[in-house]
Every structure is written in structure tokens, then in C-alpha cells.
């Protein structure tokens, strides 16, 4: 079993930048994929990105692919989000997710192929 529970979300004006994390408490955080995921109002689901569990292997959206950046701490039990060059489309509520699943299925980017979800954090970006 694996509880997510994200942070870091807020108010940002066009351009700026927010690092989102995601603390994880179960055993098998270190050998989970780890994946973010966002909803904008009136919206399905949207792949963010995704990391491996030794964090070697990132997989990013392209609508995000040079603004974020995905990283973690096995450590800590936390991934992050560092986002960058913030957009007014980028405004959405963002959700971790882990899966018990291998990297090398390359299904990472798919919703229903994560086990476990956060809460969720809002993000808002101001034109």
C-alpha cells in the first residue's frame, strides 16, 4: 500500500515557477514508477510526466517537454515536479500517482495503469 500526498501548488502569474511534491509513505516507494498527472476544470485526466523508480528514465507530455521537470528522492520517499515557464493552460489541479508496475511496460503515460493517487494540488496560472 502506498499514500500519496502532494504539495506545493498556488497562485503564479504567466511565466513564473512552482516545484510540486510528492511525499510517499509505504515500503515500496523506491521501487514504484511515479507519475504526474493534471485536470483542468471541465477536462479528463492529462499525462504530466513520469520517472522510473531509480529515477534514470523520465518520460514527459509535450505540451510540458522543456518547462518541468521530473525528479525523486528515494530517500525521502518524494517526487517532485519543478515547472517552469508557467502558462495560463498549465492551470489545473495536479495529481501524483505511483505504480507497482514495470517502467519497461512503457504504459506510464495511461491513467488506469497507476495503483495509487494523491489528493491532488491546484495549480493557477494568471495571464
Known amino acids: 500500500q502506498v499514500q500519496l500526498v502532494e504539495s506545493g501548488g498556488g497562485l503564479v502569474h504567466t511565466g513564473g515557477s512552482l516545484r510540486l511534491s510528492c511525499a510517499a509513505s509505504?515500503?515500496?516507494?523506491?521501487?514504484?514508477?511515479m507519475g504526474w498527472f493534471r485536470q483542468a476544470p471541465g477536462k479528463e485526466h492529462e499525462f504530466v510526466a513520469a520517472?522510473?523508480?531509480?529515477?534514470?528514465?523520465?518520460y514527459y507530455a509535450d505540451s510540458v517537454k522543456d518547462r518541468f521537470t521530473i525528479s525523486r528522492d528515494n530517500a525521502k520517499n518524494t517526487v517532485y515536479l519543478q515547472m517552469n515557464s508557467l502558462k495560463p493552460e498549465d492551470t489545473a489541479v495536479y495529481y501524483c500517482?505511483?505504480?507497482?508496475?514495470?517502467?519497461?511496460?512503457?504504459?506510464?503515460?495511461?491513467?488506469?495503469?497507476?495503483?495509487?493517487w494523491g489528493q491532488g494540488t491546484q495549480v493557477t496560472v494568471s495571464s
Open positions: 520517472i522510473s523508480w531509480s529515477g534514470s528514465s523520465t
Open positions: 500517482a505511483a505504480s507497482q508496475s514495470s517502467w519497461y511496460s512503457g504504459r506510464y503515460y495511461k491513467r488506469q495503469w497507476y495503483d495509487y
Open positions: 509505504g515500503r515500496t516507494f523506491s521501487s514504484s514508477t
